[in-house]
């Protein structure tokens, strides 16, 4: 199995990148990576990684991409100038069926714009999505979609979005009827946007006709209560509530961590503490939650943070090969064919 990678995304540079894909090698014997970037950068990294991870070096392909796509692109400028960059050869990648699904740590605008035109759109979506998964309460997730790729949508397509983030519930999660909202300001009927009033009267007219249970507006704070798998908002709105909560999630955990700390001493009781907190990080820590996909498109792309370290990029790698396994893509289309129906 290849995946394509593109390394010069990142903020931490390169080396994150490198380091993230060698543990996802070391920990996938099957799996072959194909590094888009500079060829001599990408070879002094890999001369660096220490052990474990040399051992994977064999399954890292270095592919020679000079050009790079600047965090501050835009979706034009990337238009006009993205073909030969490390983003566009890993887009072209996937396109061409060489590699099963691609990662990139870079500009958000400029993954969509490029991954719109090398990949394409399933027949019946104009625009990606970006969607990730949100710990929520009793150990669930919940499906945010959009975060950033669709600023002020119209109503056709927020419903858009809440067919595809149902999918996305469904294939991964093996969810039967994925329980779907609208994040609005209120419960109240006359309360939200035109756009947000519109499309709760889409989808409740569609109520019955797809596989999942509308459940109306939802507030903030219900994404985490564990009682809906997919939130539909336009991508302001998703991009907010996604910082906010990955920024006060950090938070929590290192004031816990002082708190424990603080008040408890001993050896016994440092011990106790200790695994009670491992699992809380394990469970709240951002990091493990990194990689967003790019619903819609005709294959597999995975957006990691831009601030990612090498542990958040494996897990954006991690995402990527969860929709491999359920062929996300033929399963949204295949799922908007029918809705379509």
């Not at 890993?90 to 969509?112: D, H, I, P, W």
């Not at 300001?185 to 756009?195: F, Q």
Request: charged share 20%; with cysteine; proline share 4%.
């Amino acid at each position: 199995m290849r995946l394509a990678i593109d390394v010069m995304g990142g903020d931490q540079g390169p080396q994150a990148i490198i380091a993230g894909s060698a543990r996802a090698a070391v920990e996938h014997p099957h799996l072959e990576l194909i590094l888009f970037g500079p060829h001599q950068q990408i070879a002094a990294e890999l001369s660096r990684l220490p052990q474990p991870l040399a051992a994977a070096t064999s399954r890292l392909v270095v592919r020679d991409a000079p050009d790079s796509v600047a965090s501050s692109a835009t979706a034009a400028w990337a238009l006009r100038n993205g073909q030969a960059t490390s983003m566009g050869h890993m887009l072209r990648s996937v396109a061409q069926g060489e590699a099963v699904a691609g990662v990139s740590a870079g500009s958000t605008a400029a993954l969509v714009a490029l991954a719109r035109r090398e990949v394409g759109m399933i027949e019946g979506i104009s625009r990606p999505a970006i969607s990730t998964a949100i710990p929520a309460r009793r150990g669930s997730r919940c499906y945010l979609l959009d975060l950033g790729a669709n600023v002020d949508s119209p109503a056709h397509r927020l419903v858009d979005f809440a067919l595809m983030g149902a999918a996305m519930a469904q294939c991964v999660d093996g969810t039967v009827q994925p329980r779907v909202a609208l994040l609005n300001v209120g419960a109240e009927a006359t309360k939200g946007s035109a756009s947000v009033r519109e499309a709760d009267r889409l989808l409740r007219q569609r109520a019955g006709r797809d596989a999942f249970v509308y459940h109306g507006y939802a507030e903030g704070g219900d994404v985490f209560k564990g009682q809906l798998d997919v939130v539909v908002c336009d991508g302001f709105v998703g991009n907010a509530v996604l910082k906010a909560s990955e920024g006060l999630t950090s938070m929590l955990v290192e004031r816990v961590q002082m708190a424990f700390e603080s008040r408890l001493s001993g050896r016994l009781a440092s011990l106790l503490a200790k695994p009670v907190l491992k699992r809380l990080k394990q469970e709240l820590d951002p990091v493990r939650y990194n990689g967003a996909s790019l619903l819609g498109l005709r294959g597999i792309v995975v957006k990691s943070h831009g601030g990612a370290h090498a542990d958040g990029f494996y897990y954006a790698i991690h995402r990527a090969l969860q929709e491999v396994e359920h062929d996300l893509p033929a399963r949204i289309a295949g799922r908007w064919q029918a809705s379509s129906l």
